[in-house]
């Protein structure tokens, strides 16, 4: 089994990707199954959280790329920009993991929150797509575009 244990440097050729959730992006060791079809396994710094785009190491120097799957998410969307950061503002005071994107939030599907929200006054839909929210205040957070 394939051992991946680092990051590699920005610019590695990727020979296999990794396809995880938020969720799964979220441990530091993990049994996988590369896209090739490949058993590894994560060995990864503990508190390690992979980003859609990063490069991993593996023992035997095999660079490995992650990717944010497709997951069950609740996009929100408001007619103004002030629903919207009320939205985030209560969100944020429950510690919840949100992406922000110019104009939307996404959640991890939650029916209370969805509901909080919806008495909010904002557009609750759900769809399926990567989950990448922000790191915190002191976690370096994340620039990836939102278009």
Do not use: C
Not at 10 to 39: N, T, Y
Not at 67 to 85: C, F, K, N, S, W
Not at 117 to 144: D, K
């Amino acid at each position: 089994m394939l051992a991946i244990v680092t990051r590699a440097p920005a610019g590695a050729e990727p020979q296999d990707r990794l396809v995880l959730s938020f969720e799964l992006r979220r441990k530091s060791r993990l049994r996988v199954r590369l896209e090739s079809g490949r058993d590894a396994a994560l060995l990864l710094e503990r508190g390690s959280v992979l980003r859609d785009g990063d490069l991993l190491r593996a023992e035997d120097g095999t660079v490995v790329q992650i990717v944010a799957a497709d997951e069950a998410v609740a996009h929100v969307t408001a007619a103004d920009a002030l629903a919207l950061m009320r939205a985030a503002y209560h969100l944020g005071n429950r510690h919840i993991p949100v992406e922000v994107g110019l104009g939307w939030l996404r959640l991890e599907r939650d029916h209370v929150l969805e509901h909080m929200l919806e008495h909010l006054g904002v557009s609750v839909t759900h769809e399926m797509a990567p989950f990448e929210p922000e790191a915190g205040a002191y976690g370096g957070g994340h620039h990836h575009n939102h278009d």
